[in-house]
Structures are given as C-alpha cells and as structure tokens.
C-alpha cells in the first residue's frame, strides 16, 4: 500500500475513485488536498487526484501540504519521550471526568466516554480542531509559527493513529478552525473547575462560530461536521493558551489541550493529543491509579497492560496510555475498538 498526496478539485469523486481502487482517503487536509493509501499499481488510472494542484490552491490547502510534507522528514527524539507520564517533574495527561450531572445514564461512560460519537476507532473520524487564539497581541496569542507547529503536531497525531491498526481502515477529516477572541470580564463560577475556566474562553469561541454555548454547541459543531464530511465518527478538540484547569483532558466527545502541552512541551503534543483521542474512544489509563482488569471501551475489554497488574514496571508493555511513547499496546487496542467483531479478522493489504 501506498502512501499519496492527492488534489482535487471534487474531493468526494476523488474519494470513490479511491475506495473503488481499494484504498482509501487516510488524512483529508482540506477539500483540495489529502493523503491517500492505495495500491501502487493503480496510480496511472487515478482521473480525480493529481498530483499536482491544477491551478492555484487556497492559503489553508498549500499551508497544509507545506506541514504534511515536512513532517515526513524523521525528528530528532526529544527528551521527555518515552517517559512514563506520572513521572516527576511532568504532570499527568487528563482522563475523561465523569460527570454524572447532566443526565446522563452511568452505564454510558462504562463504553468508551459513553459518546455515541465515538464508540470505537474505526472507518472515517471527523476532527473538529477549534483554535481558540487572542485577539490581543501579549503571552495568550499564537504566533504564526505556533500556529504552523500546532497543525504539524495535530497531523502527526491523526497520522499515526491512523495507521497504526491497517485493518481498522482509519481515516482522519480534520477541520481547523482559528477563533480570535478576548475573555469576557469575569462571569459567575461554576463548581466544575474544569468547567469554569474552559466555559469562558470556549463559549466566546463557539458564539463567534455561530453555535450555543457549552456542550450542546460543540455537539452542534460536530454534528455538523460529520454530517458535511460524511464520517460515521467523530470528536472536538479545542487547543488554547488561555486559562485551563489542566493542560490536557478529554470529556466526553471533546479533548482541551494548552498549547504550552505543560513540561512536556509543544513538540509533544501529538504524543499527548493521541493518547486524549483514545480516551474519548474508550481507552483507560495505564499508569498511577489504574486498576488492573477494570474493563472499557465498547467491548468491555479488560486493563490488563495497567502498572497495578505487574510486579514490576519493567513487565508492562510500552504504551501510550502509559507513557509519552507512539506505540499502543494489546490491550487498549481491544479497549478502542481495534479487535474483531469490529474489524476484520485477516490482516488486510492496506
Ligand atoms: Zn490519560
Ligand atoms: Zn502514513
Ligand atoms: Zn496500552
């Protein structure tokens, strides 16, 4: 199977064109460009995806393509990689919250993050990238090149995750979306910390956006995206360097990251951003307070690869959900939905 960089000027035939070659569209920059895996044999009968832009292609498209190819060039490993995540001087990446106030039914969260948007890590997976940025130059803005680095990081996320189970056919549509806004002056407090600090960047982002406040706008945006991209799953991501409770969490269908990514550093972002998507597929922690055998995501799989299970921390197999590593192993594979009946049983050719 063969990795390519497709334009296109009509990305849904380009799509079919691929699925009926037997491949599929792996990462979908913009409705201009994407990354596709097929068959090498089949790249001189491709009639929709060029492989080279047919006239001009907007800033977002070429920024795009510019970020995808250059992260195919290998990095150096930085220092914080392959550490466990409670290690000292690191703070924890955020397990899911459970929060059982707003109705919903406790058996919910025992599968996956109990989102009907995101049981398992399987087929077409609509990304809802909201980037909530100051409209205020000082410590809270993007600069342009953070901006660059924190599409790099997300892409390379979506990149492994994609690949990383050939037979669960992933692929990623990410939507960026860059949102300038100033804070609203102080508002009263909420007591879900997590809440009360998001809520106030969050909800300014998603009016200007043109969606309600809270969960139900975020929901709204994703449906709308999933419906627009055609995906049968989907997830929100907010990444900020506004005030957060904690530098990365997933609730729900939605992950929040600070662009700061805490110790770990923004070049670690992906590492951390791929380890919060499982979770709102149903991946457990690993590390600390886990408990050995406890059992998630849609088919109920057990925690067996948590530290609490072994002897010694040498036993454990690598994992993300363990530590800063891009390397998942068999037990949260079942967790997210990677074991049959929900993917074929043969290793396919993709
Ligand atoms: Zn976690
Ligand atoms: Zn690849
Ligand atoms: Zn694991």
Partial sequence: MNELLCYTSDFDAAEQEINQLGGLVRLRLTSKAFVAALPLAELS???????????????????????????NVPRAPTPSEGVVWNSPDYSTPGAQVLDLAEGEAAIEYEQSTGTPTSRYMTGRISAGIIIVDSNTPGELQFSDDEHATLRDEVLRSLHFLSHEEPRANIGFY????????????????????????????????????????????????????????????????????????????????????????????PSAIHRVFAHEICHVFGAADEYGNCQCGSLHGHLQSPNNNCVSCFGSVSEQAPCLMDRNVLTICEHTRKQIGWCPPLIETETTTL
């Fill in 174 to 265: 990410p939507d960026f979306k860059e949102v300038a806004v100033s804070l609203p002056s102080e508002s009263s407090s909420v007591s879900d910390p997590y809440e009360n600090l998001e809520r106030r960047w969050r909800d300014t982002a998603l009016a200007e956006l043109g969606f309600p406040a809270g969960r139900a706008g975020y929901q709204a945006y994703l449906q709308q995206l999933m419906s627009e991209l055609g995906t049968e799953w989907g997830f929100v991501a907010f990444f900020t360097k506004f005030p957060v409770h904690w530098f990365a969490y997933a609730i729900w269908e939605k992950v929040v990251m600070h662009f700061n990514n805490d110790a770990w550093g």
């Fill in 45 to 71: 009968t491709l009639v929709h995806c060029k492989i080279a832009p047919n006239g001009n292609i907007d800033d977002e498209t070429e920024r795009l393509v510019g970020i995808w190819k250059a992260s």
